[in-house]
């Protein structure tokens, strides 16, 4: 089943395929990443800002 515009908006953050893939586009470690989830929700947009901030 190919991915959709909504299912890519999203980052699963128990998925670890992922968050690597996460991780990789924006220079954080795993961690930041599971921790930028887990405080912004798993919005791709909100979590990718909340890694930029740091």
């Known amino acids: 089943m ?4 909504q ?3 999203r980052v699963a953050g ?3 395929h992922e968050v690597q893939y996460e991780a990789d586009k924006t220079g ?3 961690s930041e990443v599971k921790d930028a989830v887990k ?6 947009k909100a979590v ?3 890694l930029e901030d740091k």
């Open 48 to 50: 990718e800002k909340n």
């Open 2 to 5: 190919p991915n959709t515009k």
């Open 14 to 16: 128990q998925q670890d």
């Open 28 to 30: 954080a470690s795993k």
């Open 7 to 9: 299912d890519r908006a």
């Open 39 to 44: 405080s912004e929700g798993n919005s791709r």
